[in-house]
């Protein structure tokens, strides 16, 4: 594994962060896209698969661990990051607004700060990085409704996104235990990745058994279907960005970033999330930025800045 001096970790650090947050905040459009032709379930299996094999092929060595005690750090990752996470996020999308989806993921980063406590005995829930997690919410919570003030109570959909919030928290952990062990970014991915299909095994039996057709758990076996689905190329433009771009990449970067900048300040990043998904939306697909937006996105910014201040006020 590369070493850096501190300047250079924060430098790298922040790239690859950028990089992960940027991806993941287009990755809506091409989930919204896909939402036409799959499922939820089935757009999370075809993604990790996908990120799963491109990791392969890009290093085709196997990982061998020091201690056989260590693969509970990988399984209970994959579990969290990724099954959990990602299926919980896109579930609760079906029961409540995306805004307020939005709004509710990205405190992650006040989780991922009060486990990071606990656990790792680090002390980041300092007066500035509370003041700047409050502005943040209130820029992302501006930028999310961009115009439309109407917020949908839906406990159901509300609480599926703070449990989404809550496990990335822990997945944050588990990638801190990962990183100490010292081994290649891309393989420890790998592994990831690969007990978070293992962990989707019972879900898929479940959409293939017992799933109703049109739900986000439902598998669609049918040749017709499948046969239509599967020709369209801008299906296989989205799925592979969704594998290889926001999967394999992303999560191999932001595994970097946390290295390097360490999980509760890189998880900050993720403020920036809904920002880059307004912009994006409106350079990419016309949709408009009200003043209500551009408002929030200076907040979140704003937000993020005042975490990163390292003197208590």
């Given amino acids: 594994m590369i070493r850096y001096a501190t300047k250079e970790k924060t430098i790298v650090g922040v790239i690859f962060a950028a990089f992960s947050v940027f991806l993941w905040g287009i990755t809506f459009v091409s989930t919204k896209y896909l939402l036409r032709s799959f499922s939820a379930l089935e757009i999370l299996l075809s993604r990790f698969v996908a990120a799963y094999i491109g990791l392969w092929i890009l290093r085709p060595r196997k990982l061998h661990l020091a201690q056989r005690k260590d ?6 990752a994959g579990m969290s990051g990724i099954t959990v ?5 896109n579930i609760a999308i079906s029961f409540t607004s995306a805004s307020n989806v939005s709004i509710i993921v ?27 997690f409050f502005v943040a919410i209130v820029g992302i919570a501006l930028v999310s409704f961009n115009g439309a003030v109407v917020l949908h109570l839906s406990p159901k959909g509300d609480l599926l996104a703070l ?6 928290g822990f997945y944050s952990l588990f990638v801190s235990k990962i990183n100490a062990l010292g081994l290649d970014f891309i393989q420890a991915t790998r592994r990831i990745f690969f007990w978070s299909l293992v962990w989707m095994i019972p879900l898929v039996f479940y959409g293939i058994v017992k799933a109703v057709p049109s739900s986000s758990t439902f598998i ?10 599967w020709s369209n190329l801008l299906n296989w433009i989205n799925l592979l960005f969704l594998g290889w771009g926001a999967s394999a990449f992303c999560f191999v970067a932001w595994n970097i970033a946390c290295n390097q900048l360490g999980t509760v300040r890189a998880t900050v990043g993720i403020y920036l999330i809904p920002v880059i998904t307004i912009i994006f939306a409106f350079l990419a697909l016309d949709e408009r930025i009200s003043v209500m937006g551009a408002i ?8 993020l800045f005042i975490s990163e201040i390292r003197n208590k006020l």
């Fill in 163 to 168: 449990g989404a919030a809550v496990s990335w």
């Fill in 85 to 89: 996470y990602q299926f919980m996020e």
């Fill in 71 to 76: 693969e509970i750090y990988f399984m209970l």
């Fill in 220 to 229: 669609n076996l049918d040749e017709a279907t499948n046969a239509l689905r």
């Fill in 296 to 303: 929030g996105a200076v907040l979140t910014i704003t937000g």
């Fill in 106 to 132: 990205s405190i992650c980063p006040i989780f991922t700060a009060i486990i990071a406590q606990i656990f790792l005995r680090q002390k980041h829930l300092t007066a500035t990085f509370v003041l700047g």
